[in-house]
Nanobody, 118 residues
Framework: QVRLVESGGGLAQAGGSLRLSCAAS????????MGWFRQAPGKEREIVAT????????YYAASVKGRFTISRDNAKNTVYLQMNSLKPEDTAVYFC???????????WGQGTQVTVSS
């Protein structure tokens, strides 16, 4: 059974940085795309960034493009989200998830809280 565990969340000031990690465990872990999502209080979950495992092709939501960077370490089965120039509106619970097809995501982490103060 594949399990995803996020870490690295916390409190940051506006303009600051945080780095999130998502470690995958389980026998014969495989993936096609890994994604980072976030959900702010009272809002729907939204996609933040994705990375295709084979060629590291990336996608970013317009709201984070130029500020966030998604990357992966194949040997560690870990995906990262480097978040720079943080804004209060980045405050949310951040989740990582796996997609085997590039479509739906079938495995989700428990989430990590990111809070950005102004």
């Amino acid at each position: 059974q594949v399990r995803l565990v996020e870490s690295g969340g916390g409190l940051a000031q506006a303009g600051g940085s945080l780095r999130l990690s998502c470690a995958a465990s389980g026998r014969a872990f495989s993936t096609y795309v890994m994604g980072w999502f976030r959900q702010a209080p009272g809002k729907e979950r939204e996609i933040v960034a994705t990375i295709r495992w084979t060629d590291e092709n990336t996608y970013y939501a317009a709201s984070v493009k130029g500020r966030f960077t998604i990357s992966r370490d194949n040997a560690k089965n870990t995906v990262y989200l480097q978040m720079n120039s943080l804004k209060p509106e980045d405050t949310a619970v951040y989740f990582c998830a796996r997609s085997l097809s590039g479509g739906g995501y079938d495995v989700w982490g428990q989430g990590t809280q990111v809070t950005v103060s102004s």
